[in-house]
């Protein structure tokens, strides 16, 4: 059995922002950005288990670096649950199906979101996957690479740059500018 104070590591591992309260703790209110790890004593821990959904907030979004931790929070968990952002990009580009299926299964919702994150943001090329990602979690990655490349910002005219001069360079220079404005110079009338 860990002490109370032993410090363990937690991370988010969830898209959006996971936060709870201890009343137990003089009401500690913790909030985790996506993807943000902090260190707190296994107690905290221990007493957000005993708040309702927490738990589940343990389980499926938050990753406690501590595998004796874990086991007294949550008794035998999959493999799958100690998976970090590096080792879902590794299964998605370089996994076998295979493998990929048995995460989809076995996986708490935090690693599955990693999967839609990191399937959408690699665009994986192997359509295997990406089918079994849509029949398994109903999420079209296909669909959502689209989606991101027709919304993706335009280049701005400073990320432009000319691959040519114009034909008549100097005629270009010295003709006047068009601002938009319909006059040359704005009429300030005073009252």
Known sequence: ????????????????HVGYIIPDLNN???????GEAKSVT?????KLSYQPGGRKLINDFLLIDNQDAVAELLGKVEPEYYYTADEVKELLL???????????DYSPEGVKDLIKKYAVELQINDIQKRDAIKTMMGFDVTSAIAINAETAEPETAEEKARRISPINEKKAQSEPVATGRR??????IKK
């Open 1 to 16: 059995m860990l002490d109370d104070k032993t410090i363990v590591e937690v991370t988010n591992r969830d898209n959006g």
């Open 28 to 34: 500690l209110r913790r909030d985790f950005a996506p």
């Open 42 to 46: 296994f107690e905290e821990m221990k």
């Open 94 to 104: 370089h996994g076998s199906l295979d493998a990929l299926k048995d995460c989809i």
């Open 183 to 188: 006059v040359s110079t704005p009429i300030i």
